[in-house]
């Protein structure tokens, strides 16, 4: 080889490595801007939210869902006094509150009662929502068993574990695990088997975002396949609020009143939210239903601003745009901003500023930026703060509706709103047409100065199924771990069953592949959701009818499985043909049985089975044909 030779094949050498690195560069980037699915959420908030349907319930109809403090957290009346300056008083006397916190089945979760009295009831709440928010991804809770399933938790209230070591002589062995933030999430992941990353995010009111944030990269950074991402916050004693009201944070009112001429604070909220998160890729693979997209997403922090508590407005805009820019792209295709929106007089001004500096860019006048903010329906929900206001935007973009913002009579007047291409709906608004896709942008921002902003888009509309000729009669499934709950359980389905507009097969599918099996079971046969509401409201009176099977799973033993297969004298035509145009899994076997068999028949196996005219019909009477047809069926 000559030297002219030898060179130009390194220089080959180096040009193949250079386009294969420049491949894997371009990989790389496409990984960290990838789409990241919603699947699945579970919630409890103010105003009797426990559902996706019952929130936006509350959110369209414009429900202010603050009420005085419950007496079984404390005596209001006794803590108040007008005078901030009064000591150990608050000023406050509602927010938004859950009611019944204290019911926990311990049972279910294979906890003892011992140690569920010692856990902090957030850490309940958290076990309650993120089981809920499994099954309703289809995603059956016991199958993750030792799976990449991460687990990203916002959670910055104490008042429990506070309270539990208020008393030296009352600590016993569960009081720091049943206390400690970090067990919220390890215990999640613990009782689940999930062996991908687990934490506990605390940066104060933008926690549960920042934990969606990161639970976005772990997807993208594959260390996690699923990803459970939100917060929870319960308001258990006074102490915080007298805190806030001798720095005057609170409202007078006790109404978060965002973008008004009297904002002069919030009112705080408790609650609990988790999504469940995929790569999109693996969503549209794996056939779920998909609420919103993450499309991008920003994490930074305040730094030396005027005060330790008090918001920078440049660190807001850095993270709105570093989150367009991990979105790719431009200001001008956000519709909507779910913002932090506290209703506090410095807050508000700072945070409209920086949003118009931002996605006021290229902004036609007549497709203004819509502004919202969940804290005027449920108050402040400080760690939940930010997953609350996600699934409020997540919503909307399902709905194609702005719901409208409370409590705003007048705009205001520290903000220029003339000179900026902004709009607050205060009624049911349509979301503004676009030749795009509908996004919208949702802001949390922590009191320690830890700022998040995360991109949503809508689902993408996905091609409609080629559902072929479907079965006549589908199997639903219940179960749970006691006879009571199961009747609660098959009262729940009766109800919903009584106006759904869900596909039955798809519901009697997710009943058996996406909830977990437990012990007290109930089996019905059905062909449609009337017949099954039906049939349920009859087992539930008492009766046995047919096609109802009831039963009980014993731990340890696995039933044993019988087959018959019958012999010669029981083929008749068109055996199996419902069957093998209904189902994929038994037309495949047919087929690979047909292909076997074509080297030793002079007909198709499929004619024989699937006759079209007497003379093919008359095949099954003999036994060359029989045998076959009965061997591929059986």
Known sequence: MTESTEQMSAVKRALLELRQMRSQLDEMKRSQTEPIAIVGLGLRLPGGVHDAASFWRLLRDGVDAIVPIPPDRWDAEAFYDPDPDAPGKMY???????????????????????????????????????????????????????????????????????????????IDVYTMTGGSFSVAAGRLSYLLGLQGPSMVVDTACSSSLVAVHLACQSLRARESDLALAGGVNLILSPEANIN????????????????????????????????????????????????????????????????????????????????????NLQPH???YVEAHGTGTSLGDPIEVQALAAVLGQNRP???????????????????????????????????REIPPHLHLQELNPFVAWADMPLTVPTVRTPWPQTPDRRRAGVSSFGFSGTNAHVILEEA????????????????????ARTEVALRQLAQSYETYLADTTADFADMAFTTNNGRAHLDKRLALVAASAQEAREKLRAWAAGDE?????????????????????????AQYPQMGQQLYDSSPTFRAAIDACAEAAAAYLDQPLTTILFPQN??????????????PALFALE
């Open 365 to 399: 006048a007549d497709q203004p930026l819509a502004l919202g903010s969940v804290k005027t329906n449920v108050g402040h929900l400080e760690a939940v703060a930010g997953i609350a206001g996600l699934l409020k935007a997540a919503l909307a973009l399902q709905q």
């Open 244 to 327: 806030f009201s001798k720095a005057q944070m609170m409202a007078k009112d006790d109404r978060c009143k965002t973008f008004d001429a009297q904002a002069d604070g919030y009112v705080r909220g408790e609650g609990g939210a988790v999504i469940v998160l995929k790569r999109l890729a693996d969503a549209l693979a794996d056939g779920n239903t998909i609420l919103a997209l993450v499309r991008g997403s920003a994490v930074n922090q305040d730094g030396r601003s005027s005060g330790l508590t008090a918001p920078n407005g440049p660190a807001q805009e850095a993270v709105i745009r570093r989150a367009l820019a991990n979105a």
């Open 545 to 569: 009818p047919e096609g109802v099977f009831q039963g009980e799973s014993v731990p340890g033993q696995t039933p044993e499985v019988a087959f018959l297969f019958t012999g010669h004298g």
């Open 460 to 479: 993408p509309e996905l091609p409609a199924r080629d559902a072929g000729e479907t079965r006549p009669f589908h199997t639903l499934t219940l179960s």
């Open 92 to 170: 406050t006397r509602a927010g938004g509150f859950l009611t019944e916190i204290d019911q926990f089945d311990a049972h279910f979760f294979g906890i003892s009662p011992r140690e569920a009295a010692g856990m902090d009831p957030q850490q309940r709440l958290l076990l309650q929502v993120s089981w809920e928010a499994l099954e309703n991804a289809g995603q059956s809770p016991d199958r993750l068993r030792e799976s990449q399933t991460g687990v990203f938790i916002g959670l910055s209230n104490s008042d429990y574990l506070r309270m539990a070591t208020a008393v030296p002589e009352a």
């Open 333 to 335: 295709q956000i519709q």
């Open 614 to 627: 007497d003379a093919e019909t008359a095949l099954m009477d003999k036994m060359t044909y029989a045998q």
